[in-house]
Every structure is written in structure tokens, then in C-alpha cells.
């Protein structure tokens, strides 16, 4: 474009000689041509590009420490949650990677207004062209496209940088991240399951059942409530409690779609309370572009909690190279950059983006998360914990990887060249600092073999403490020794947390047609709406809200198992396996089962004194 021309054109007029202590590099990040992207041709040289810029975070074993303290329930810290400002200033990297990194740029005519730095300093951002990037890092930039999807990307395989700042720099993205917006269609394509309706059929909104507390013939508010021994439970306008979800490449719920339903399922609520929508990294809320998943999540989600205040926000991630034409990276980073800036968030965040990690990427999957790049974003929900806010993700509809039992016909293969079978953890999922939620079917709840929820062990995370007792007493009376050598690490982060229904709503779409569907990520809605009103309850007796859940969840599943609706019967394969079987406790295929309000409700309503050993349990 002539508008990239001139950028560029400008860029090449700032760089003088660049010093010699810049010239030698060395290989920062390589992966292979991962699967179902094509290389197409080389990159348009006056495409521009925005790149982000990690710096280390040197004080990590500082925040995990503080982390560790204030999520566990034995711990005398617990529920000190720290400010905004106390987590930024843990975080300020160290002035000698500022310095390196800054004078790096400025020597190829990065500096001034052309710099833009995060709100917690940990990171720059910086518009070029793609000629610029590729002399910065040494590289080739080539136009990839997705093979299912059709969609374009600007992408590199491996890139470099000076061996003077190797070691001031966590990473640089977009290079290696292969990302796709999962729009509806593609994750409808890839599970067959996501708009799922009873006998293919579509009904009017006057003709849904009336609100009832039976789940026979499909999952309403009443059946949830019931089910979950949430009656007469609600959230509140005035203790400070809120819940929000994050939403990318401007897809967000419909208000007038809320209203009606809201209106059919909660008849005596009164009015129902419009939820703020925050727009970060150019994200948009047009109110004419939205899915079946995002609807159902805003209808159970914020209907279960109202009056709570609810917040969305609209987090862009399609540019901006060349919006229109290419497909942009995964915009983790801009939406906990913002967050983690606020100085309230919302008590509970629940997460619908669905990507994939890891060393191994699913051959029906979109990303291949590079292990810096997980490590980082996974180190910013931590935070989020520790600022008091719990995190929930869904844990979808992969299985292990894929849902087959049969080695000779599996999608799950290594990213790696060797093409071995390898189980294909999600990120985030795998995250420890993140409580996935499992998926569930039917009444009385069983795991949903036809639809699986995810599964899995990380390739990244090790195991972390509170996950210890759980998780090896699975592994020792459950799977054989020696079992999957080679497509699993057993000794790592293992999900999910808990679980709750995944299929079969009623709901309101469109404003005018209400369906039955299947929907795995509302999972996150159902539970997070236990959690929002556990904390509703909590502030009401002037306690901090539960911040990062997963050491309290694994202490009340080992003392007080009646807080969870367990499924101990069940199978779930995947990956030519097996797989996994369902247990007494927690398990592979839905943690420790769905919420049992009314049991939470007791077991956290007070300052913890539990009377055991946190080491007995493997707490934090």
C-alpha cells in the first residue's frame, strides 16, 4: 500500500549504522510449520505489523510466593489480596532490560512516540512494517493460510535477536503464534456439536416451556437453581461483587436477546440490569455480530447473579496487519494488560476464548502457543488471583486431544516433525492458575462421552502443590504404571478443576427463536455464577471475595466432598487410548464434579480455620 510505502520509507530515513554490539544474534523461539497452516508467499514488505515486546518478569518467585499465601485457606495471609499498585510495582522488570531493549530499537529508529509501553511496564508495543521486523529479528515473514478456515496470517517460523538483549526479552509476538478467531462456523465445523438442537428443530419463543424446576427436556434457570441447591439465591446491586466475561474479534452478547430472555425465565426479577461493556485494544461492541455462545453464557451467567454488576469487554485482536485482509494474534496480552490496571476488577472473570496449546497442536486446533508466551499470560492470571479475582475457563470439547479409541485413526500428533502420538493439552486449561470446568450431561449428571469435555496434563506447567494429593491418588488407583509412556506427562498441571452441565439449554437468540443446544462453554457461566454468589455472600459479612480458587477448591473437595455433585462412573477416550475412567473424588474427566451451592455456601462463609495440616492435603 502507498500508506505502507511511506511508513517504511520513513522508518529506513531514522536508522543510522546499527552499533556492532547489535548484529550478532541468536535464535530467541523456532517451531515447526505447524499443521492445517500453509505457507502461501512471502509477506508484503510494507504490511505493518505490531509487535509486542516481553520483558522478564525478575521478581516471579516474589508474586508467587504472595500468590501461594493469600489463595490458601490455611495460610494466616489468606484473602490479603494485593492492590493494583502493589502487583505493578512487583512486576517493574529491571531498568538494565528497559535499557537494552530501548537502546535496540532506537538503533533501527524505534524510539519516542513511535514506542508504546504497557500500563504495568512490563512490555512495549511497536507499529512496523514487516520489512522493519524482519531486520530487527533476523527473519522472513510469509503470508500462511488456514487450511479448514481459509483465513490468512502474517506469521515466521523462528526469529532472532541480538545477543546483547537475549536475555532482556521473554519473547516477541506476533512471530511465532499461529492464532484464529474461532468464530461460530469454525468451532461448529470442528466439534459438530456447538449448535446441536433437539431434533434438528427451531421453536418460537412463545412456545419454550415455562419455567420449571425439572430438567427432563432441557437445562433452564429453575433447573439450575434446583440443581445446583441455588433456590432463592441472588446476587446483589450494593456489596461490591461483580462478574464479567472477555470477549475477542468484536463478538459480543446482544442486550435485547438478555431482555427477553430475562424477562421469560426471571418474571418476578424485576428489570433486568444492563451490563457494561469496556472496549480495550480497539475491540467494539456493534450489537449486530454475536454467537450462540456468548448469548448463552450473558443469559445464565448474569441472569443467576443479577442484580451483580456484569461486565464485558470487548477485546480487539484482528489488526492491525492489514485487518481486512490478514487475521491477527490472539489478543491475550492487551486483555490482562487492561485488567490488571484496574484498580476493582470483577471478583469472577470467566474466559471464552478457545485456544490450543502446546508442543503439539491439534490437527483440527488454530494455535500453536509458544511455551514463553503461555508462561506469561499464565504468570498474569496468577495476578489476577492474587488482586482477588477468580478466573474460569471451559474446558470444551476436545477430549484428549481427539475422542477416538482407536491408534491408527487419531488427529493427536506432535507439532515437533516426528509425527508421534501425543496427547494435546488446551491453554488455558493447563494453567494453575486458572479453574477449568468440565463438562457434564443430563440428569443425574454424567460426563458427556459423546461430546467429551477437554482433558489433559500440561507439557508446560508442573504440578502444583494443592493438585498433589487429588491427582496422584487418582494416577496410582486408576492408571496403570507405565500407562501412556511418551503421550502424556503425568508429573504436570492436570485439569479439570470441577464441572458443570454443558448441553441441552433453553435460551433466546436473535430476539425472536428459542433453542436447545449444546454449549460446552457455558459451563464457565454456571459455575461462575456459584462462585459470584459465594462471594456475594462473603462480602455481605465484610470477608475479601475468594480470589484464585483452586487450593480452596481441592481443600473442600478433600474435607467436605459433599460440596460437589461427583460422577464416579464414566469414560472418556481420546488420542487412540483408552483414556480416562471416572472416579470417586476428583478425576480426569470432571474434576471434582458440579457445585453444590448450598455446601460451598457453609464451608466458605467464614474466616477458614480448617483443622488439618495444609501439608496433609497438598495445599499451597
Known amino acids: 500500500t502507498v500508506r505502507g510505502v511511506i511508513l517504511a520509507l520513513s522508518f529506513s530515513s531514522l536508522v543510522a549504522a546499527i552499533p556492532s554490539k547489535f548484529t550478532a544474534h541468536r535464535v530467541k523461539d523456532a517451531t515447526p510449520s505447524p499443521r ?19 520483558l522478564p518478569l525478575d521478581n516471579w518467585e516474589v508474586v508467587e510466593r504472595h500468590i501461594t499465601e493469600v489463595s490458601d485457606p490455611y495460610h494466616a495471609r489468606y484473602g490479603q489480596h494485593l492492590s493494583v499498585e502493589e502487583i505493578k510495582e512487583l512486576n517493574t522488570p529491571h531498568q538494565d532490560s528497559v535499557d537494552a531493549v530501548t537502546e535496540w530499537l532506537a538503533a533501527h529508529g524505534l524510539h519516542g512516540d513511535l514506542l508504546q509501553r504497557s500500563t504495568a511496564g512490563d512490555s512495549f508495543k511497536v507499529k512496523v ?17 488456514h487450511s479448514d478456515s481459509g483465513k490468512l496470517t502474517i506469521r515466521t ?21 499461529f492464532s484464529l478467531p474461532p468464530t461460530p462456523e469454525l468451532i461448529s465445523k470442528r466439534t459438530g456439536a456447538l449448535s446441536r438442537k433437539a431434533n434438528d428443530t427451531t421453536l418460537p419463543v412463545s412456545a419454550l416451556s415455562a419455567p420449571s424446576s425439572g430438567c427432563n427436556v432441557a437445562v433452564s434457570p429453575a433447573c439450575v437453581q434446583q440443581l445446583y441447591n441455588m433456590d432463592g439465591i441472588k446476587g446483589s446491586a450494593s ?42 485494544n ?6 449486530n ?7 448463552v453464557v450473558a443469559q445464565y451467567g448474569f441472569g443467576l447473579t443479577h442484580p451483580t454488576p456484569a461486565t464485558v469487554w470487548s477485546t480487539g485482536g484482528q489488526g492491525p496487519v492489514e485487518a481486512t485482509e490478514y487475521e491477527e494474534s490472539a489478543p491475550w496480552e492487551e486483555y490482562l494488560d487492561y485488567v490488571l490496571s484496574h484498580p476493582n476488577p470483577p471478583p469472577t472473570i470467566m474466559l471464552l476464548y478457545e485456544p490450543l496449546h502446546p508442543s503439539a497442536l491439534v490437527a483440527h486446533a488454530a494455535f500453536l502457543v509458544p511455551k514463553e508466551y503461555a508462561q506469561r499470560v499464565c504468570r498474569q492470571f496468577g495476578q489476577l488471583g492474587a488482586r482477588g479475582v477468580s478466573v474460569l475457563y471451559p474446558a470444551a470439547e476436545t477430549s484428549l486431544g481427539d475422542a477416538s479409541d482407536d491408534p491408527n ?14 496427547f494435546l493439552p488446551r491453554f488455558p486449561a493447563t494453567c494453575p492458575y486458572v479453574t477449568v470446568v468440565g463438562k457434564t450431561v443430563g440428569i443425574p449428571e454424567t460426563p458427556d462421552f459423546v461430546y467429551p469435555g477437554s482433558t489433559g496434563f500440561s507439557e508446560y506447567f508442573k504440578r502444583p502443590l494443592y493438585q498433589e494429593l487429588a491427582v496422584s491418588s487418582y494416577l496410582k488407583n486408576h492408571v496403570t504404571k507405565g500407562a501412556y509412556s511418551g503421550i502424556i506427562n503425568f508429573r504436570s498441571s492436570a ?14 437468540f436473535r430476539n425472536e427463536t428459542g433453542w436447545i443446544m449444546s454449549c460446552p462453554s457455558n459451563t464457565v457461566s454456571l459455575f461462575g455464577a456459584v462462585v459470584s454468589n459465594l462471594n456475594t455472600v462473603r462480602l455481605s459479612k465484610k470477608l475479601p471475595p475468594l480470589g484464585f480458587l483452586n487450593p480452596l477448591l481441592y481443600a473442600i473437595g478433600a474435607l467436605y466432598p459433599k460440596a460437589f455433585n461427583d460422577m464416579s462412573t464414566g469414560n472418556i477416550p481420546g488420542c487412540g487410548t483408552p483414556g480416562f475412567n471416572a472416579s470417586k473424588g476428583w478425576d480426569p474427566l470432571t474434576g471434582f464434579g458440579s457445585p453444590n451451592f448450598g455446601v460451598l455456601k457453609d464451608n466458605v462463609s467464614f474466616p477458614f480455620n480448617f483443622d488439618v495440616k495444609s501439608e496433609e492435603l497438598g495445599s499451597l
Open 36 to 54: 492445517e497452516w500453509v505457507k502461501r508467499s512471502r509477506a508484503p514488505a510494507d504490511a505493518s505489523i505490531e509487535l509486542r515486546i516481553a
Open 129 to 145: 512494517p514487516v520489512s522493519v521486523a524482519e531486520k530487527l529479528m533476523k527473519t522472513e515473514y510469509h503470508v500462511w493460510e
Open 157 to 177: 517460523t523462528e526469529y532472532s535477536v541480538p545477543s546483547s538483549v537475549h536475555e532482556h526479552i521473554d519473547f516477541i509476538q506476533p512471530t511465532t503464534l
Open 239 to 280: 456489596s461490591g461483587n461483580g462478574i464479567g466475561f472477555a470477549s475477542f474479534h468484536d463478538i459480543t452478547p446482544l442486550r435485547e436477546n438478555y431482555r427477553t430472555f430475562f424477562e421469560k425465565y426471571f418474571p418476578t426479577a424485576g428489570a433486568p440490569t444492563p451490563w457494561e461493556v469496556i472496549l480495550v
Open 282 to 287: 480497539g475491540g467494539r461492541d456493534t450489537q
Open 289 to 295: 455480530r454475536s454467537s450462540a455462545v456468548f448469548e
Open 409 to 422: 485413526d487419531t488427529i493427536c500428533r506432535s507439532n515437533d516433525g516426528s509425527n508421534k502420538r501425543k
Open 495 to 508: 485439569y479439570p478443576d470441577v464441572a458443570a452441565l454443558g448441553s441441552w439449554y433453553e435460551y433466546v
